[in-house]
Each structure stands twice: as structure tokens, then as C-alpha cells.
């Protein structure tokens, strides 16, 4: 539904699972959202920006999320490609 500015109001927008493109339900409880904070490698504060992962319980049951996080933090260059976790 939009707004008279066209914005988007009262509408379920449903979130995503980052690794499998799978829909994460309302009843997911065991879905987890993670926020990844940029940060200057120099002062340690932050800088613009965070990155956000959204792992969906089916994931979890499987025990693949720490591979998928890992993944993710990889091909978002959050992490270097020889990072060992």
C-alpha cells in the first residue's frame, strides 16, 4: 500500500535468509539477524555503515549457520578470503 509521497505504509515487507534466499517466517523463532559494524582499523570506531545477515532456522537446525556467516562475511569483504574461524 502507498502513501500519498508513493512510500511504502502497513505492509508486511517479509525478511530473507542472506544464505539460502529463503523466506524467514513470522513464527521462525529461530531465525537470528546479525548487524556487522565497519570499523576504522585505526581509531576502532565506527565508520558508515553496517552489513546485515539474516540466518533462518531451518539453517541453524542443519548446524550450517557458522558456515554461512562465514561465507557471506567473505563475498561481503567483511572478512579476508584466508580468514580461519
Known amino acids: 500500500m502507498q502513501n500519498v509521497q ?4 502497513d505492509m508486511y515487507i517479509p525478511r530473507k ?9 513470522a513464527k521462525d523463532h529461530a531465525s537470528v539477524q546479525i548487524e556487522f559494524v565497519k570499523v ?3 581509531s576502532g570506531h565506527m565508520i558508515d555503515g553496517t552489513e546485515r545477515m539474516t540466518i533462518c532456522g531451518q539453517i541453524r537446525r542443519m548446524g550450517e549457520s557458522d ?10 569483504g567483511l572478512l579476508p578470503a584466508y580468514a580461519i574461524i
Open 6 to 9: 508513493e512510500e511504502y505504509t
Open 17 to 25: 535468509c542472506s544464505s539460502s534466499n529463503r523466506i524467514v517466517s
Open 67 to 76: 558456515d554461512s556467516v562465514k561465507r557471506l562475511a567473505i563475498q561481503r
Open 40 to 42: 576504522d582499523p585505526d
